[in-house]
Protein backbone atom coordinates (compact mmCIF):
# COMPACT_ATOMS: atom_id res chain seq x y z
CA UNK A 1 0.00 0.00 0.00
CA UNK A 2 1.03 3.53 0.04
CA UNK A 3 0.92 4.55 3.20
CA UNK A 4 1.25 2.67 6.75
CA UNK A 5 -0.86 0.53 7.56
CA UNK A 6 -2.29 -0.55 11.43
CA UNK A 7 -4.85 -3.14 12.60
CA UNK A 8 -7.03 -3.82 13.95
CA UNK A 9 -7.84 0.21 14.29
CA UNK A 10 -10.10 -0.65 17.80
CA UNK A 11 -9.41 -2.81 20.30
CA UNK A 12 -11.45 -3.66 23.13
CA UNK A 13 -9.77 -5.87 25.49
CA UNK A 14 -10.65 -7.57 28.91
CA UNK A 15 -8.22 -6.54 32.06
CA UNK A 16 -5.81 -9.95 31.81
CA UNK A 17 -6.10 -10.60 28.32
CA UNK A 18 -3.16 -10.63 25.42
CA UNK A 19 -3.61 -8.50 22.42
CA UNK A 20 -0.83 -8.37 18.95
CA UNK A 21 -1.27 -5.02 17.01
CA UNK A 22 -0.06 -5.54 13.73
CA UNK A 23 1.72 -2.71 11.38
CA UNK A 24 2.81 -2.75 7.72
CA UNK A 25 5.26 -0.35 7.37
CA UNK A 26 5.89 0.95 3.72
CA UNK A 27 7.31 -1.30 1.58
CA UNK A 28 11.27 -0.87 1.55
CA UNK A 29 11.60 1.10 4.63
CA UNK A 30 13.96 0.01 6.87
CA UNK A 31 13.39 1.45 9.82
CA UNK A 32 10.34 1.00 12.12
CA UNK A 33 8.99 2.76 15.44
CA UNK A 34 6.25 2.28 17.79
CA UNK A 35 5.15 4.88 19.92
CA UNK A 36 1.85 4.83 22.74
CA UNK A 37 -0.23 8.46 22.78
CA UNK A 38 -2.50 8.59 25.77
CA UNK A 39 -5.19 10.52 25.45
CA UNK A 40 -4.22 14.28 25.83
CA UNK A 41 -0.24 13.37 25.31
CA UNK A 42 2.15 13.35 22.96
CA UNK A 43 3.33 9.72 21.13
CA UNK A 44 6.17 8.35 23.79
CA UNK A 45 8.41 6.09 22.04
CA UNK A 46 8.05 2.19 22.74
CA UNK A 47 11.14 0.54 20.28
CA UNK A 48 12.99 0.92 17.22
CA UNK A 49 13.80 -1.89 14.56
CA UNK A 50 16.44 -1.57 11.78
CA UNK A 51 15.13 -3.89 9.42
CA UNK A 52 14.73 -6.88 10.75
CA UNK A 53 17.24 -6.13 14.15
CA UNK A 54 15.18 -4.29 17.32
CA UNK A 55 17.76 -1.85 17.79
CA UNK A 56 16.39 0.08 20.73
CA UNK A 57 13.50 -1.28 23.13
CA UNK A 58 14.48 1.22 25.96
CA UNK A 59 10.52 2.74 25.80
CA UNK A 60 8.71 -0.59 26.23
CA UNK A 61 7.27 0.04 29.65
CA UNK A 62 7.34 -3.45 31.18
CA UNK A 63 8.25 -7.00 30.32
CA UNK A 64 4.32 -7.31 29.32
CA UNK A 65 5.30 -5.44 26.53
CA UNK A 66 7.70 -7.91 23.02
CA UNK A 67 7.57 -6.26 19.38
CA UNK A 68 8.93 -8.01 16.82
CA UNK A 69 9.23 -7.54 12.94
CA UNK A 70 11.31 -11.27 11.90
CA UNK A 71 11.23 -10.21 8.31
CA UNK A 72 12.44 -6.83 8.08
CA UNK A 73 8.79 -5.99 7.05
CA UNK A 74 5.61 -6.83 9.04
CA UNK A 75 6.20 -5.50 12.93
CA UNK A 76 3.81 -6.72 15.47
CA UNK A 77 3.62 -5.03 18.89
CA UNK A 78 2.29 -7.48 21.85
CA UNK A 79 0.86 -6.77 25.60
CA UNK A 80 0.23 -9.86 27.75
CA UNK A 81 -2.04 -9.71 30.44
CA UNK A 82 -3.52 -6.01 29.60
CA UNK A 83 -3.93 -3.62 32.67
CA UNK A 84 -6.14 -1.04 32.73
CA UNK A 85 -3.11 1.79 32.39
CA UNK A 86 -2.31 0.24 28.98
CA UNK A 87 -5.28 1.46 27.49
CA UNK A 88 -4.13 4.31 24.21
CA UNK A 89 -3.40 4.56 20.77
CA UNK A 90 -0.59 2.24 19.30
CA UNK A 91 1.04 4.11 16.57
CA UNK A 92 3.85 2.70 14.25
CA UNK A 93 6.05 4.53 11.96
CA UNK A 94 8.30 3.68 9.21
CA UNK A 95 11.07 5.27 7.96
CA UNK A 96 12.50 5.05 4.29
CA UNK A 97 16.51 4.87 5.77
CA UNK A 98 18.43 3.76 9.25
CA UNK A 99 19.82 7.95 10.02
CA UNK A 100 19.24 10.27 12.10
CA UNK A 101 17.39 12.70 10.10
CA UNK A 102 14.78 11.21 7.78
CA UNK A 103 10.84 12.03 8.58
CA UNK A 104 8.52 9.24 10.15
CA UNK A 105 5.63 8.19 7.98
CA UNK A 106 2.53 7.29 10.68
CA UNK A 107 -0.04 4.99 10.26
CA UNK A 108 -3.89 5.76 12.19
CA UNK A 109 -2.78 4.24 14.89
CA UNK A 110 -4.33 1.19 16.75
CA UNK A 111 -6.52 1.94 19.60
CA UNK A 112 -6.25 0.20 22.46
CA UNK A 113 -9.20 0.00 25.64
CA UNK A 114 -8.13 -2.40 28.32
CA UNK A 115 -11.56 -2.74 30.68
CA UNK B 1 17.96 13.22 28.07
CA UNK B 2 15.90 14.88 25.20
CA UNK B 3 12.73 16.51 25.63
CA UNK B 4 10.09 19.33 24.23
CA UNK B 5 8.19 22.11 25.67
CA UNK B 6 4.89 23.28 23.73
CA UNK B 7 3.57 25.52 25.88
CA UNK B 8 0.49 26.36 24.91
CA UNK B 9 -2.09 23.87 24.80
CA UNK B 10 -4.46 25.90 22.49
CA UNK B 11 -3.77 28.48 20.29
CA UNK B 12 -7.18 30.89 18.61
CA UNK B 13 -6.08 32.77 15.44
CA UNK B 14 -8.17 34.53 13.26
CA UNK B 15 -8.10 33.37 9.39
CA UNK B 16 -5.66 35.61 7.20
CA UNK B 17 -3.70 36.54 10.25
CA UNK B 18 -0.47 34.96 11.17
CA UNK B 19 0.01 32.03 13.78
CA UNK B 20 2.61 31.38 15.92
CA UNK B 21 3.23 27.53 17.61
CA UNK B 22 5.70 27.54 20.50
CA UNK B 23 8.17 24.74 20.88
CA UNK B 24 11.52 24.85 22.84
CA UNK B 25 13.11 22.21 23.52
CA UNK B 26 16.50 20.61 25.65
CA UNK B 27 19.34 18.34 24.56
CA UNK B 28 22.34 17.33 25.33
CA UNK B 29 23.98 18.19 22.18
CA UNK B 30 22.84 19.63 18.53
CA UNK B 31 19.02 18.75 18.17
CA UNK B 32 17.39 17.62 15.31
CA UNK B 33 14.34 19.16 15.34
CA UNK B 34 10.61 18.32 13.42
CA UNK B 35 7.09 19.25 13.39
CA UNK B 36 4.28 16.97 12.35
CA UNK B 37 0.11 17.83 12.37
CA UNK B 38 -2.50 15.37 13.68
CA UNK B 39 -5.53 15.84 11.85
CA UNK B 40 -8.71 14.03 13.25
CA UNK B 41 -8.88 10.42 12.42
CA UNK B 42 -5.72 10.53 10.97
CA UNK B 43 -2.08 9.56 11.54
CA UNK B 44 0.80 12.01 11.98
CA UNK B 45 1.86 13.79 9.21
CA UNK B 46 5.64 15.26 8.75
CA UNK B 47 5.45 19.24 7.81
CA UNK B 48 9.10 20.09 8.56
CA UNK B 49 12.44 19.82 9.96
CA UNK B 50 15.43 21.37 11.03
CA UNK B 51 18.97 19.77 10.19
CA UNK B 52 21.53 22.39 9.71
CA UNK B 53 22.22 24.81 8.15
CA UNK B 54 19.13 28.02 7.27
CA UNK B 55 17.80 28.60 10.25
CA UNK B 56 14.59 29.70 8.40
CA UNK B 57 12.68 26.26 7.74
CA UNK B 58 10.14 25.88 4.80
CA UNK B 59 7.58 23.31 4.93
CA UNK B 60 4.43 21.87 3.36
CA UNK B 61 1.43 23.97 3.06
CA UNK B 62 2.77 27.32 3.89
CA UNK B 63 4.15 26.88 6.66
CA UNK B 64 7.85 27.76 8.24
CA UNK B 65 9.97 27.79 11.44
CA UNK B 66 12.64 29.65 13.13
CA UNK B 67 15.52 27.66 14.71
CA UNK B 68 16.76 30.12 17.54
CA UNK B 69 19.80 27.98 19.33
CA UNK B 70 20.63 30.90 22.06
CA UNK B 71 16.72 30.53 22.72
CA UNK B 72 16.26 26.84 22.30
CA UNK B 73 13.26 27.40 20.73
CA UNK B 74 11.68 26.18 17.27
CA UNK B 75 8.63 28.23 16.71
CA UNK B 76 5.88 27.43 13.82
CA UNK B 77 4.88 30.05 12.31
CA UNK B 78 2.38 30.76 9.09
CA UNK B 79 2.10 34.07 7.48
CA UNK B 80 -2.03 33.79 6.98
CA UNK B 81 -3.52 31.05 8.53
CA UNK B 82 -6.76 28.82 6.76
CA UNK B 83 -9.84 27.01 9.00
CA UNK B 84 -8.23 23.58 7.50
CA UNK B 85 -5.22 24.40 9.35
CA UNK B 86 -7.03 23.28 12.70
CA UNK B 87 -5.45 21.05 13.63
CA UNK B 88 -3.05 19.26 16.37
CA UNK B 89 0.28 20.03 16.26
CA UNK B 90 3.61 18.38 17.04
CA UNK B 91 7.01 19.18 18.02
CA UNK B 92 9.50 16.70 18.19
CA UNK B 93 13.68 16.28 18.73
CA UNK B 94 16.17 14.04 17.92
CA UNK B 95 19.40 14.49 19.91
CA UNK B 96 22.57 14.16 17.48
CA UNK B 97 25.04 13.07 20.35
CA UNK B 98 23.19 10.58 21.51
CA UNK B 99 23.25 8.06 18.88
CA UNK B 100 19.08 7.44 19.67
CA UNK B 101 16.92 7.21 16.92
CA UNK B 102 13.97 7.78 19.17
CA UNK B 103 12.01 11.23 18.31
CA UNK B 104 10.47 12.70 21.61
CA UNK B 105 7.55 14.86 21.03
CA UNK B 106 5.90 17.45 23.00
CA UNK B 107 2.33 16.70 24.17
CA UNK B 108 0.79 19.10 21.45
CA UNK B 109 -1.00 22.40 20.77
CA UNK B 110 -4.21 22.36 19.45
CA UNK B 111 -4.77 25.29 16.80
CA UNK B 112 -7.93 26.52 16.50
CA UNK B 113 -8.36 29.29 13.44
CA UNK B 114 -12.03 30.79 13.29
CA UNK B 115 -13.45 32.10 9.86
Known amino acids: GAGVSQSPRYKVAKRGQDVALRCDPISGHVSLFWYQQALGQGPEFLTY????????KSGLPSDRFFAERPEGSVSTLKIQRTQQEDSAVYLC?????????????FGEGSRLTVL | AQSVAQPEDQVNVAEGNPLTVKCTYSVSGNPYLFWYVQYPNRGLQFLLK??????LVKGSYGFEAEFNKSQTSFHLKKPSALVSDSALYFC?????????????FGSGTRLQVQP
Open chain 1, 49 to 56: FQNEAQLD
Open chain 2, 50 to 55: YITGDN
Open chain 1, 93 to 105: ASSQLAGYTGELF
Open chain 2, 92 to 104: AVRDQGTGRRALT
